[in-house]
């Protein structure tokens, strides 16, 4: 099925009842976001706010729409394919045709150059996007919501942001949330490592932008796309949708940008002009605090008749882009395959944030060659941000966690079989990193050795008793303690003075900090001295705001686990090397450590007296 608009879609969804729709009218702060978060936390439905209620109390005409990609199968169903390694499939058989096959029967070869043809966007000259101009340019009269409590503002979370490359004139689409400052001033969080700040940094005047909300959902999904930087976002679009992408120009400024969007958003930035932006509650469940950001200056808003506007919400794992971003790694893992022929598989745990965790399955016919694959696919696009990548064997379930545990537990040998990069590329947005955009990596090596491995052929390791459960609970410091596996142990810990999920802290204190690591490696001695815990290989630390008897402990587990930890500072070895101890606790700032702890942000977490209200209009209507 290809959408064409995003009314088709929100029309499918409505007719096979995939759609709530709320007639009474929905705060946008706040309180449309809280109701967002509920459905998509219980695979529930995608969200149509008819009356959004704004910051002043009016009613905004656009409705808000939310949770429209919230399940997996409803991803699939937008992007128009039953799994999305159609779509990478597809963009082989472009990469690497079957020359020889076409040549021998010159008809087969039809539909690889319809599909082709389909690529090329069409320049119109009128857009649905521009039926209606805003007579006075004014953002604040969209639905945009302000999700959390400590975000700085509304904040444009779906929105399509389009530049041109000064040189040569080649567009770039991306996501990147925008915050709204005023009636005709937002920010452009676009990060040092996007087109957009590539763009920026080469323009010497003015630099036209265009925000785009809305329109079919293949361009939306072809905006957050890791595309090569030979395929443009039009062009990808047009593959997705079947058709070439219909593009129109700006009315005020020198960009073509998706005809079918609902709302254009047309304006400038200035060289060198920046604004605080944030805090804002980000896809690592942790606010992402104040920095400078590029302002745009908006000239003019147009619309669609009828223009409705999506945004999504990002916080505490999972959410609504963790499933756009499972459906990007199915799509392109054909892709990826195609240019790294060791890959066989690989998943990003949602829960992880994506960019905290991968699990590669790769080929292991010589000695070390899932290690090799992990360092290649570290330079391979946003694979770079990786915190930390497990590589199992080929046959391995990588969407199965069980089994990474089971690979953790019988095939890593410590240290052997951790490779450490130090210094390498981070996320911004990655808090834990002791440095903006820098932090170490980890590799681990769960693999198999082939024959000819030095390591092939060892005893299988040896675990500890259950008894180890109890003992441990006992030692000084540790609340709550459970088994993941004979040779792993889980304990949680309250640090006095630390950081609290419900507030930031931005004050350095070096006696709290030096206090926090006393009583971890009290923790790490402690248990690592009882006699039940000779075998344990993994000790894994964390606050004891998870319960480990709770009903979803495991996902929160492991979002603590991978998001709150420093591969350089967090990782501590006992005196023989072969024990690992992971700290996950939530680190005071200091920077007289061992590696600095910048401040540290709250959680996400929505107020109360409105999740209340929420929850109990959601359990009036069966939600």
């Given at each position: 099925?290809?959408?064409?608009?995003?009314?088709?879609?929100?029309?499918?969804?409505e007719?096979?009842?995939?759609?709530?729709?709320?007639?009474?009218?929905?705060?946008?702060?706040?309180?449309a976001?809280c109701?967002?978060?509920?459905?998509?936390?219980?695979?529930?439905?995608?969200?149509?706010?008819?009356?959004?209620?704004?910051p002043?109390?009016?009613?905004?005409?656009?409705?808000?729409?939310?949770?429209?990609?919230?399940?997996?199968?409803?991803t699939?169903?937008?992007?128009?394919?039953?799994?999305?390694?159609?779509?990478?499939e597809?963009?082989?058989a472009?990469m690497?045709?079957?020359?020889g096959g076409?040549?021998k029967?010159?008809?087969?070869?039809?539909g690889l150059?319809?599909?082709g043809?389909?690529?090329?966007?069409?320049?119109?000259?009128?857009?649905a996007?521009?039926?209606?101009v805003?007579?006075?340019?004014?953002?604040?009269?969209?639905?945009?919501?302000?999700?959390?409590?400590?975000?700085?503002g509304?904040?444009?979370?779906?929105?399509l942001?389009?530049?041109?490359?000064p040189?040569?004139?080649?567009?770039?689409?991306?996501?990147?949330?925008?915050?709204?400052?005023?009636?005709?001033?937002?920010?452009?969080?676009?990060?040092?490592?996007?087109?957009?700040?590539?763009h920026a940094?080469?323009?010497?005047?003015?630099?036209?932008?265009?925000?785009?909300?809305?329109?079919?959902?293949?361009?939306?999904?072809?905006?957050?796309?890791?595309?090569?930087?030979?395929?443009?976002?039009?062009e990808?679009?047009?593959?997705?949708?079947?058709?070439?992408?219909?593009?129109?120009?700006?009315?005020?400024?020198?960009?073509?940008?998706?005809?079918e969007?609902?709302?254009?958003?047309?304006g400038?930035t200035?060289?060198?002009?920046?604004?605080?932006?944030?805090?804002?509650?980000?896809?690592?469940?942790?606010?992402?605090l104040?920095?400078?950001y590029?302002?745009?200056?908006?000239?003019?808003?147009?619309?669609?008749?009828?223009a409705?506007?999506?945004?999504?919400?990002?916080g505490?794992?999972?959410?609504?882009?963790?499933?756009?971003?499972?459906?990007?790694?199915?799509a392109?893992?054909?892709?990826?395959?195609?240019?790294?022929?060791?890959?066989?598989?690989?998943?990003?745990p949602l829960?992880?944030?994506?960019?905290?965790?991968?699990?590669?399955?790769?080929?292991?016919?010589?000695?070390?060659?899932?290690?090799?694959?992990?360092?290649?696919?570290?330079g391979?696009?946003?694979?770079?941000?990786q915190?930390?990548?497990?590589?199992?064997?080929?046959?391995?379930?990588?969407?199965?966690?069980?089994?990474?545990?089971?690979?953790?537990?019988y095939?890593?040998?410590?240290?052997?079989?951790?490779?450490?990069?130090?210094g390498?590329?981070?996320?911004?947005?990655?808090?834990?990193?002791?440095?903006?955009?820098?932090?170490?990596?980890?590799?681990?090596?769960?693999?198999?050795?082939?024959?000819?491995?030095?390591?092939?052929g060892?005893?299988?390791?040896l675990?500890c008793?259950?008894?180890?459960?109890?003992?441990?609970?006992?030692?000084?410091?540790?609340?709550?303690?459970?088994?993941?596996?004979?040779?792993?142990?889980v304990?949680?810990?309250?640090?006095?003075?630390?950081?609290?999920?419900?507030?930031?802290?931005?004050?350095?204190?070096?006696?709290?900090?030096?206090?926090?690591?006393?009583?971890?490696?009290?923790?790490?001695?402690?248990?690592?001295?009882?006699?039940?815990?000779?075998?344990?290989?993994?000790?894994?630390?964390?606050?004891?705001?998870?319960?480990?008897?709770?009903?979803?402990?495991?996902?929160?587990?492991?979002?603590?686990?991978?998001?709150?930890?420093?591969?350089?500072?967090?990782?501590?070895?006992?005196?023989?090397?072969?024990?690992?101890?992971?700290?996950?606790?939530?680190?005071?700032p200091?920077?007289e450590?061992?590696?600095?702890?910048?401040?540290?942000?709250?959680?996400?977490?929505?107020?109360?007296?409105v999740?209340?209200?929420?929850?109990?209009?959601?359990?009036?209507?069966?939600y």
């Amino acid at each position: 099925m290809v959408w064409r608009q995003l009314s088709r879609y929100v029309g499918a969804l409505e007719e096979s009842g995939e759609m709530l729709r709320i007639v009474d009218p929905v705060d946008v702060e706040l309180e449309a976001g809280c109701f967002a978060d509920r459905l998509v936390k219980r695979g529930g439905p995608a969200v149509k706010f008819e009356q959004p209620r704004l910051p002043d109390g009016s009613i905004s005409q656009f409705p808000l729409l939310m949770n429209l990609f919230g399940t997996r199968e409803r991803t699939n169903r937008a992007l128009g394919v039953d799994d999305p390694k159609e779509i990478g499939e597809r963009m082989v058989a472009l990469m690497k045709p079957d020359v020889g096959g076409i040549l021998k029967a010159p008809w087969t070869g039809l539909g690889l150059a319809k599909q082709g043809l389909t690529m090329a966007p069409r320049k119109v000259s009128r857009g649905a996007c521009q039926q209606i101009v805003m007579e006075i340019p004014d953002v604040t009269r969209l639905p945009i919501p302000k999700t959390w409590p400590e975000d700085a503002g509304p904040f444009m979370t779906l929105p399509l942001v389009v530049t041109a490359d000064p040189d040569t004139g080649v567009h770039n689409m991306g996501i990147y949330r925008s915050q709204v400052y005023g009636p005709d001033e937002v920010g452009l969080h676009w990060q040092a490592h996007k087109h957009g700040a590539d763009h920026a940094d080469a323009t010497t005047g003015r630099m036209p932008v265009a925000i785009c909300l809305g329109g079919p959902p293949e361009v939306m999904f072809s905006a957050i796309a890791p595309l090569p930087n030979n395929l443009s976002e039009y062009e990808f679009a047009g593959l997705l949708g079947g058709k070439r992408l219909s593009i129109v120009k700006c009315q005020t400024c020198d960009l073509w940008v998706p005809a079918e969007c609902d709302v254009l958003i047309e304006g400038y930035t200035v060289p060198g002009e920046t604004r605080m932006e944030g805090p804002f509650g980000d896809h690592f469940g942790y606010y992402s605090l104040a920095e400078p950001y590029p302002v745009m200056h908006i000239t003019r808003i147009t619309h669609r008749k009828d223009a409705m506007i999506p945004m999504t919400i990002v916080g505490m794992p999972p959410m609504e882009d963790g499933y756009l971003g499972e459906a990007i790694t199915d799509a392109f893992l054909p892709t990826l395959q195609f240019q790294h022929r060791d890959v066989a598989d690989l998943y990003l745990p949602l829960e992880s944030g994506f960019h905290n965790l991968a699990i590669v399955a790769s080929k292991q016919r010589y000695p070390r060659q899932a290690r090799k694959t992990a360092l290649g696919l570290l330079g391979a696009g946003q694979m770079m941000f990786q915190k930390v990548i497990v590589a199992v064997d080929e046959g391995h379930p990588v969407k199965d966690l069980e089994a990474l545990l089971d690979a953790l537990d019988y095939r890593v040998h410590i240290p052997h079989d951790l490779v450490f990069l130090r210094g390498m590329v981070a996320d911004t947005i990655a808090h834990a990193a002791p440095w903006e955009n820098i932090h170490d990596k980890l590799i681990i090596d769960a693999t198999t050795p082939p024959d000819n491995d030095p390591h092939s052929g060892q005893p299988p390791q040896l675990g500890c008793p259950d008894s180890l459960e109890v003992s441990a609970s006992a030692v000084s410091g540790v609340i709550q303690a459970r088994m993941l596996r004979s040779s792993m142990l889980v304990v949680t810990t309250n640090i006095e003075g630390a950081p609290k999920p419900e507030g930031s802290m931005e004050e350095v204190s070096e006696e709290g900090a030096a206090r926090q690591r006393e009583v971890i490696d009290e923790i790490c001695r402690g248990i690592w001295s009882l006699e039940a815990a000779q075998n344990l290989r993994w000790l894994f630390i964390t606050d004891d705001d998870v319960y480990l008897a709770s009903e979803d402990w495991r996902r929160r587990l492991l979002w603590q686990l991978f998001c709150r930890f420093d591969v350089g500072r967090d990782l501590h070895f006992d005196d023989s090397g072969g024990r690992l101890a992971w700290d996950a606790t939530a680190p005071i700032p200091s920077n007289e450590g061992p590696l600095p702890v910048r401040r540290w942000p709250g959680v996400t977490l929505h107020d109360a007296e409105v999740a209340e209200r929420v929850d109990a209009w959601l359990a009036e209507g069966g939600y």
